[in-house]
């Protein structure tokens, strides 16, 4: 019977139970498709990074319950934070991966680990169009602004109060052609704000890779380069976000829940 080790992590946050939690699967032998499908189902969280250490630079993937995804933010901080605790030298500060989304390098910065993201530069979207109407349908509210970035509208709204307010519709959400729906406005004792919803999974927690929408939108309105910001989901997770032309960072901390292992 083949083993694989299971971790648990708690991404962007320092309290376990809040953030975004995340299973890791560090593999020194590669596991079918279906097979990692089948373990993010069982682990049943918003996504489950698979490893592969054979690979140079490591190979990761990242599966929700339903499906593969190109780029998930929080997972690979928590992937992170496994492989500086327990797979590279104490003094490594650095790890690289390749992945759907190209490559991809993290690094550490005092407690915080650093994801260093391509940006997904947003492109304004007619309010009146068929998908700008649908948008304020689904917030049932007008926002201040309609974006796209290449998986995810974004929607601006006046305040924190709004985005905290929104009770999105979820069946139509399921209509609107993107991976997911980003509500975000300035905050008042971070930068900006955000909530983030997607089809069938409802909202997540906390959502690293959609950061790397807002991040360079923010910037700009902000005239900011580095920024505090801050998901209002119930878990809530504090990102700290830097804008660098076609990259952006973005650093959290993470807290160890769970180590385990899998039978297969």
């Given at each position: 019977?083949?083993?694989?080790?299971?971790?648990?992590?708690?991404?962007?946050?320092?309290?376990?139970?809040?953030?975004?939690?995340?299973?890791?699967?560090?593999?020194?032998?590669?596991?079918?498709?279906?097979?990692?499908?089948?373990?993010?189902?069982?682990?049943?969280?918003?996504?489950?990074?698979?490893?592969?250490?054979?690979?140079?630079?490591?190979?990761?993937?990242?599966?929700?319950?339903?499906?593969?995804?190109?780029?998930?933010?929080?997972?690979?901080?928590?992937?992170?934070?496994?492989?500086?605790?327990?797979?590279?030298?104490?003094?490594?500060?650095?790890?690289?991966?390749?992945?759907?989304?190209?490559?991809?390098?993290?690094?550490?910065?005092?407690?915080?680990?650093?994801?260093?993201?391509?940006?997904?530069?947003?492109?304004?979207?007619?309010?009146?169009?068929?998908?700008?109407?649908?948008?304020?349908?689904?917030?049932?509210?007008?926002?201040?602004?309609?974006?796209?970035?290449?998986?995810?509208?974004?929607?601006?709204?006046?305040?924190?109060?709004?985005?905290?307010?929104?009770?999105?519709?979820?069946?139509?959400?399921?209509?609107?052609?993107?991976?997911?729906?980003i509500v975000t406005s300035m905050g008042k004792?971070?930068?900006?704000?955000?909530?983030?919803?997607?089809?069938?999974?409802?909202?997540?927690?906390?959502?690293?890779?959609?950061?790397?929408?807002?991040?360079?939108?923010?910037?700009?309105?902000?005239?900011?380069?580095?920024?505090?910001?801050?998901?209002?989901?119930?878990?809530?997770?504090?990102?700290?976000?830097?804008?660098?032309?076609?990259?952006?960072?973005?650093?959290?901390?993470?807290?160890?829940?769970?180590?385990?292992?899998?039978?297969?």
């Amino acid at each position: 019977m083949r083993s694989v080790p299971l971790f648990q992590v708690d991404a962007f946050t320092d309290r376990l139970f809040s953030g975004n939690p995340a299973a890791v699967c560090p593999l020194e032998e590669a596991l079918s498709e279906e097979q990692m499908q089948s373990i993010a189902m069982e682990n049943n969280l918003p996504e489950t990074a698979f490893i592969d250490l054979s690979e140079s630079p490591f190979r990761i993937r990242w599966f929700t319950p339903l499906a593969e995804i190109d780029l998930c933010g929080h997972a690979t901080l928590a992937s992170s934070r496994i492989l500086f605790d327990d797979y590279v030298g104490s003094d490594t500060r650095e790890i690289y991966f390749s992945s759907n989304s190209g490559a991809l390098r993290v690094f550490k910065q005092g407690e915080q680990i650093f994801l260093d993201f391509p940006t997904d530069e947003p492109v304004e979207v007619n309010p009146n169009s068929g998908d700008g109407s649908l948008i304020e349908q689904i917030i049932g509210a007008e926002p201040v602004g309609v974006l796209k970035g290449r998986d995810d509208f974004m929607v601006v709204v006046e305040s924190e109060e709004q985005v905290l307010s929104v009770v999105p519709d979820m069946i139509l959400l399921e209509d609107l052609p993107s991976r997911g729906l980003i509500v975000t406005s300035m905050g008042k004792e971070s930068d900006f704000v955000s909530r983030c919803f997607f089809p069938k999974l409802g909202e997540d927690p906390v959502t690293g890779s959609a950061h790397t929408v807002m991040t360079p939108y923010w910037a700009k309105e902000l005239d900011k380069m580095s920024m505090i910001a801050y998901q209002r989901s119930k878990r809530g997770g504090v990102l700290h976000c830097e804008f660098a032309g076609d990259r952006v960072l973005i650093g959290g901390s993470s807290i160890r829940y769970l180590d385990g292992r899998i039978y297969l």
